[in-house]
């Protein structure tokens, strides 16, 4: 008897993104983690529909990520929950 | 004269609102270009699902549905265009004049100002210009999104797909002491309330009966700014989770100077959305039914009692909305 086995790939990861109020989440599948924090902020956005003129942040258990980093190097690993969280003063 | 766009706006394989096109404005003097900055059409899109769940042609499930974007080209032909159109399978189209790009526009002739490229003696002219995206999803994405968070209900006298919105005089009363007690720095803080949902005549009442105030971000505040940093925002959600309430907008004030306590007759007006208000808005309170109260020295008020205007999402802009307590506005 066969069965099935889900083979987990260790350079894949998956990733939830919310925004700050957990509204509107972005589920993203199979990223490798070699991509970058700024690579899945611009992925985010995109889904997200953020405005383009906004600087925005990605948190992870309350820390500011590094967008220069790949995921491997700033800790996030697969079923990684982060915020998207804008960079805005009212005036 | 204005005619569609040619373009197929195909759906997006994440499943998200398909984009064909990229959006920007461009400030032109004497016909040169003198910037352009991308522009969002999140509020356009937020706008017909919004209505579309209203009305019933869309459930209210959090699925965010696939919607096409279509330029209407400007009579002179691409890339300028008149206006976009908006589209879904199920639940209707919606034409969105250049209109709605406006207050961007203006956002990007203050900053050239800023900047000295341009002199208030120029004569500038702003359009909006769509090019086909050439950049397409990098991961496998899919969006989600909380149901708006409707309250079953009645709405008298409503007109099918609109929304009123009634704000509560005691909370104008509260909002006023606070302002009052931080005179020469901005505060700031959420907007509570409820969100009802009349199936009957397919339309919706904000009820906006209560406030938190939230601390500044590493910003700090002052007379002419209050940052939002990730302490507001961990601060914002601790306050709604602890006491259940519905977040339905937010406020701040706009101080008044120290010459308009010296002066009772001071006919300055502080309050109104400044471009930075409106980038807040459309980044922290997306949702159609969310709204923004604005608070401070009006002209017809002296400094020492505040007055307030409200601002809410209508067709993908945000508006000035008559501030009327206990009776609310449609």
């Known amino acids: 008897m066969e069965q099935a086995v889900a083979i987990e790939r260790p350079d894949l990861v998956t990733l939830t993104v919310t925004d700050w109020d957990r509204t509107r989440r972005a589920h993203l599948e199979d990223v490798p983690s070699s991509a970058t924090v700024a690579e899945v902020l611009d992925e985010v956005r995109r889904v997200m529909e953020l405005a383009p003129e906004t600087s925005y942040q990605l948190v992870l258990d309350g820390r500011q990520l590094n967008q220069m980093e790949m995921l491997s190097e700033a800790g996030v690993g697969s079923g990684s929950v982060m915020e998207i969280l804008p960079e805005v003063h009212a005036g | ?330």
């Not at chain 2, 606070?178 to 005549?201: F, I, K």
């Open chain 2, 1 to 330: 004269m204005t005619r569609a766009g040619e373009g197929p706006s195909s759906p997006s394989p994440s499943g998200s609102t398909a984009m064909a096109y990229d959006f920007r404005v461009e400030i032109l003097r004497d016909g040169t270009r003198l910037s352009a900055v991308g522009v969002t059409l999140a509020p356009c899109f937020e706008d017909v699902r919004f209505r579309a769940v209203l009305e019933g042609r869309l459930p209210n499930d959090g699925t965010v549905p696939e919607l096409a974007t279509e330029p209407v080209w400007d009579e002179d032909g691409p890339p300028a265009v008149a206006g976009v159109r908006v589209c879904g399978a199920d639940h209707g189209e919606s034409t969105y004049g250049r209109e709605v790009f406006a207050t961007r526009a203006r956002a990007a002739i203050v900053e050239l100002l800023r900047r000295h490229e341009i002199s208030r003696d120029d004569t500038l002219a702003w359009r909006v210009v769509a090019t086909p995206r050439t950049t397409g999803p990098r991961f496998r994405t899919r969006p989600s999104r909380r149901p708006y968070p409707f309250r079953a209900g009645t709405v008298p006298d409503a007109r099918r797909g609109t929304l009123r919105i009634v704000v509560e005089e005691e909370l104008v009363r509260k909002i006023r002491a606070a302002v009052v007690a931080s005179p020469g720095v901005e505060c700031a803080g959420l907007l509570t309330g409820q969100l009802v949902h009349d199936r009957e005549c397919e339309a919706a009442a904000l009820v906006v009966n209560d406030h938190f105030a939230l601390p500044p971000g590493p910003g700090g505040a002052s007379g002419v700014h209050w940052s939002f940093g990730s302490v507001t925002f961990a601060a914002a959600r601790r306050s709604l989770e602890a006491s259940g309430a519905e977040c339905v907008g937010w406020f701040h004030s706009h101080p008044p100077c120290e010459r308009c306590h010296e002066n009772p007759a001071c006919r300055a007006d502080l309050v109104f959305l400044s471009r930075d208000d409106v980038e807040v808005h459309t980044a922290v309170f997306p949702a159609a039914y969310m709204v923004a109260l604005v608070a401070g020295k009006v002209a017809e008020r002296p400094a020492c009692d505040p007055g307030m205007r409200l601002f809410a999402w209508s067709g993908g802009g945000l508006t000035d909305v008559a501030l009327t307590p206990d009776r609310g506005t449609a």
